[in-house]
């Protein structure tokens, strides 16, 4: 049974019997303690009577003729429940439709996309196996190490070629007869030199010296060494230059009293300046060599080339199958809002069968209540009788006097139609919520495969 009825049945509403029907109205309508009393002088009912007597009988006829009218107000008020409950149950949805129109979209969708994401795929895959195969080759067992952007490392060759500009300037500026402005045009041509030597040194010489091909490494050790010994005679020449700018000026250089051994008389440096020239121009060499070597690009060569075609690849097909999944996913989303409407539309169509119930379960409880008072009132004026019969009579009173009076009427359970009518409706709500969720898990497991099969591409 449904619980709407059984919540109603626990609030039973106290009811008056309709006037006239009470015990002592029925009383005095019918005279009972009278006619118990003159029963009773005739020691009626006899000792071994079972059946009711007169004044009994008549006031189950009085009583019974009103539960006659209660129960046809029952019969019609249940009538009249169970033919709105029907009218307001839920109808059946079909939950196949949106899920076959949905399948037939996907498939188009998936036909669409099929030739696009299979490229995408099979550049991705031809990209990693590209790079599993150079890594087999060149003996490579580590991830590449590249920065994701160059754009820092060439700002920090910039900043070492202007530091290096500044100070060479100064120096040269000192005897320079064209002042800093020639100083300056001279540091910067040999700043400029100087970093793209020790870059062109560490990305063509130091990076090829590791390549597990030998004519390869010994290219690049030639290289690097060509490149080191241009950065070398650079670096004196513009040390040398500085000395020969301080000669033509005519200044002296004050080598001190000491006769100890001096590292740069091996190169004939005279002035600090040439020397301090040259110290600046290593320095920034190495750094610019370091930073060829490994700030622009994985140490070794062409390594960090395929890791970006394999890295691109794989973006490429992520976005490729992101788009075509949210293709993919547009005919289940549809689906699924028309799932949710079918299925709300009958939550809302049973909701409103259960307030029906619930308000048909008031209005018969009422009507039950009135019978309980009818048939309360029939016993306590049969009650009357028998006390009154007692009281009077010298015999002993019949046995059925220690019973209790039957019903005035039998007892209805006017709802079990409606009843029914809401737990089949229920019944009803609970398989369209399997159907609703059994066609989205298969449609969710068609696009599962679908999405595998364009993943795999073209057989």
Avoid at 340 to 356: D, G, H, N
């Amino acid at each position: 049974m449904d619980g709407g009825q059984a919540k109603a049945a626990n609030v039973r509403p106290v009811a008056k019997p309709p006037q006239g029907l009470s015990a002592s109205a029925l009383d005095k309508r019918l005279g009972l303690k009278k006619r118990a009393r003159e029963d009773a002088a005739r020691n009626l009912p006899r000792q071994d009577a079972d059946d009711l007597s007169a004044a009994e009988l008549a006031v189950l006829d009085v009583v019974g003729a009103e539960r006659t009218r209660l129960d046809q107000a029952r019969h019609e008020a249940r009538a009249d429940a169970e033919r709105r409950l029907r009218t307001l149950a839920p109808a059946p949805q079909d939950f196949n439709g949106p899920a076959l129109d949905a399948r037939l979209a996907l498939k188009q969708a998936a036909g669409r996309l099929a030739h696009d994401w299979g490229a995408a795929a099979e550049r991705a895959a031809q990209a990693r196996a590209d790079l599993d195969a150079f890594k087999r080759a060149h003996e490579v067992r580590r991830q590449a190490v590249y920065p994701q952007s160059t754009l820092l490392q060439t700002g920090l060759l910039f900043c070492a070629a202007v530091f290096e500009a500044l100070f060479s300037a100064a120096l040269f500026a000192e005897d320079d007869a064209r002042g800093l402005l020639g100083g300056a045009i001279t540091a910067i041509g040999l700043s400029g030199a100087n970093v793209t030597l020790g870059f062109l040194a560490g990305f063509l010489g130091l990076r090829y010296l590791q390549h597990v091909k030998l004519p390869i490494k010994a290219a690049g050790a030639f290289a690097f060494a060509a490149l080191t010994l241009l950065a070398l005679m650079l670096n004196l020449f513009a040390a040398d230059w500085r000395d020969q700018l301080a000669a033509l000026a005519g200044r002296q250089v004050d080598l001190g009293s000491d006769a100890g051994f001096h590292l740069w008389s091996l190169l004939q440096l005279d002035s600090p300046q040439a020397i301090i020239l040259l110290m600046l121009g290593a320095g920034v060499w190495v750094f610019a060599a370091l930073k060829g070597y490994s700030g622009f690009d994985d140490p070794y060569p062409d390594y960090g080339k395929m890791d970006r075609a394999a890295h691109d690849a794989a973006d490429a097909l992520s976005d490729v199958r992101d788009e075509g999944r949210r293709a993919l996913e547009e005919p289940l989303n549809a689906a699924r809002a028309a799932l949710a409407a079918r299925l709300e539309k009958m939550r809302a169509e049973f909701q409103a069968m259960s307030k029906a119930f619930d308000a048909a379960a008031l209005k018969m409880e009422e009507l039950d209540a009135k019978a309980r008072a009818l048939d309360q009132a029939a016993a306590d004026a049969i009650h009357l009788y028998r006390l009154e019969n007692t009281g009077f009579r010298t015999a002993p009173a019949p046995a059925y006097f220690g019973s209790p009076p039957p019903a005035a009427g039998p007892a209805l359970d006017a709802l079990t139609g409606a009843a029914a009518l809401i737990d089949d409706a229920r019944t009803r709500l609970a398989d369209a919520q399997v159907q609703s969720a059994a066609a989205l898990e298969g449609l969710l497991a068609e696009l599962e495969e679908a999405t595998r099969k364009l993943d795999a591409g073209p057989a």
